[in-house]
T-cell receptor, first 114, second 115 residues
Framework: AQSVAQPEDQVKVAEGNPLTVKCTYS??????LFWYVQYPNRGLQFLLK??????LVKGSYGFEAEFNKSQTSFHLKKPSALVSDSALYFC????????????FGKGNQVVVIP | GAGVSQSPSNKVTEKGKDVELRCDPI?????LYWYRQSLGQGLEFLIY????????KSGLPSDRFSAERTGGSVSTLTIQRTQQEDSAVYLC?????????????FGQGTRLTVV
């Protein structure tokens, strides 16, 4: 069954510094990978996804993510973090050859310090 | 509406009572998911509906939980004889499940508190 690991509970960065949120995955076939963001008392908002093609995927709000098949990783990045990026970030995976279940990691709390 | 709509947004219930949570997916979306979000636990998959296929119920934590989807649109998640450990945010999502590459869109959730 597909699964996702987000090893850090919290990521703290200073405003203007690069932000990285880590994600590794496990699937039996080819992965479809997604990042979502959740602001306080809100539902999850889609940020970006990797399906095939370029390993570097660009998404909303200046975020991007790099797919690395050999390391089974899909880390989320932003070159210059904003205070407004403070939120909970979830990585998710579907298995191309499996069921359509979307498996999520436990989430990472990002805190951007002014 | 344009997005996934869930109601109620908040629900407080007494232990032992039954509750029903409603989800209106985006029009035309054939796939519908229910997840449970508990503090520090991430998103726990509960159930998945895809068109007229039999739902994937493998994530339901006990037989007190059930869900149905009428007419391929609105879904109701029912929790019978609620327990305090059922307190969580229940999230619904829908997608155009034509392929596994399609992203899901989430509602704002129902915060359930069992007292």
């Amino acid at each position: 069954a597909q699964s996702v690991a987000q090893p850090e509970d919290q990521v703290k960065v200073a405003e203007g510094n690069p932000l990285t949120v880590k994600c590794t995955y496990s699937v039996s076939g080819n992965p479809y990978l997604f990042w979502y963001v959740q602001y306080p008392n809100r539902g999850l908002q889609f940020l970006l996804k990797y399906i095939t093609g370029d390993n570097l995927v660009k998404g909303s709000y200046g975020f991007e993510a790099e797919f690395n098949k050999s390391q089974t990783s899909f880390h989320l990045k932003k070159p210059s973090a904003l205070v407004s990026d403070s939120a909970l970030y979830f990585c998710a995976v579907r298995d191309e050859g499996g069921n359509n279940r979307l498996a999520f990691g436990k989430g990472n709390q990002v805190v951007v310090i002014p | 509406g344009a997005g996934v709509s869930q109601s109620p947004s908040n629900k407080v219930t007494e232990k032992g009572k039954d509750v029903e949570l409603r989800c209106d997916p985006i029009s035309g979306h054939t796939a519908l998911y229910w997840y449970r979000q508990s503090l520090g636990q991430g998103l726990e998959f509960l159930i998945y509906f895809q068109g007229n296929s039999a739902p994937d119920k493998s994530g339901l934590p006990s037989d007190r939980f059930s869900a149905e989807r009428t007419g391929g649109s609105v879904s109701t998640l029912t929790i019978q004889r609620t327990q305090q450990e059922d307190s969580a945010v229940y999230l619904c999502a829908s997608s155009l499940a034509l392929t596994a590459s399609t992203e899901a869109f989430f509602g704002q959730g129902t915060r359930l508190t069992v007292v």
